[in-house]
């Protein structure tokens, strides 16, 4: 996910549901690198505290 958000700076809609691997440092990195989100979903992510 880090490496994506990095490239990927001008995503707007973002679904990372049911992504049994992504963590609270998963999360800061969407939200440090791509600042032009409108949606993001992290539905059933249970490694995010």
Same mark, same amino acid.
């Given at each position: 996910? /880090?490496?994506? !958000?990095?490239?990927?700076?001008? %995503?707007? =809609?973002?679904?990372? #549901?049911?992504?049994? %691997?992504?963590?609270?440092? #998963? =999360? !800061?990195? =969407?939200?440090?690198? *791509? %600042?032009? %989100? /409108?949606?993001?979903?992290?539905?059933? *992510?249970?490694?995010?505290?």
């Amino acid at each position: 996910v /880090e490496n994506l !958000t990095r490239r990927a700076v001008r %995503l707007r =809609v973002l679904d990372l #549901s049911d992504s049994s %691997l992504i963590t609270d440092k #998963s =999360v !800061t990195s =969407v939200l440090r690198n *791509c %600042l032009h %989100l /409108e949606h993001i979903a992290f539905s059933r *992510c249970y490694a995010i505290a």
